[in-house]
């Protein structure tokens, strides 16, 4: 079983910072095929943020490409999401996900309001 807990986020303003953070908890020999994170807009469908796949690399959505930075520390077991240059359409609830075979984990998700 698979556990994700999504903190960092909260109220800040247009081209503010935030860091949000993911911690994990797994069973022995946890190996996801991909670890990323996913947001949700009001009245929008989840989207794509940034994902690390194994064996691919990491991809951005081209809204956050050159603000956003994921990353992620093993020994911690945690995934991170560097939010720079905040703007206003970043606002949502931000989700951690964890891909294992064709297993998608998701956390309750951290809200993100930017807000002037």
């Known amino acids: 079983q698979v556990q994700l807990v999504e903190s960092g986020g909260g109220l800040i303003q247009p081209g503010g910072s935030l860091r949000l953070s993911c911690e994990y908890t797994a069973g022995k020999g946890f190996l996801p095929n991909a670890m990323g994170w996913y947001r949700q807009a009001p009245g929008k469908q989840r989207e794509l943020v940034a994902v690390?796949?194994?064996?691919?690399?990491?991809e951005y959505a081209d809204s956050v490409k050159g603000r956003f930075t994921i990353s992620r520390d093993n020994d911690k077991n945690a995934v991170y999401l560097q939010m720079n240059n905040l703007k206003l359409e970043d606002t949502g609830v931000y989700y951690c996900?964890?891909?294992?075979?064709?297993?998608?984990?998701w956390g309750q998700g951290t809200q993100v309001t930017v807000a002037s």
């Open positions: 996900n964890a891909r294992v075979a064709w297993t998608m984990y």
């Open positions: 690390g796949t194994r064996g691919s690399g990491i």
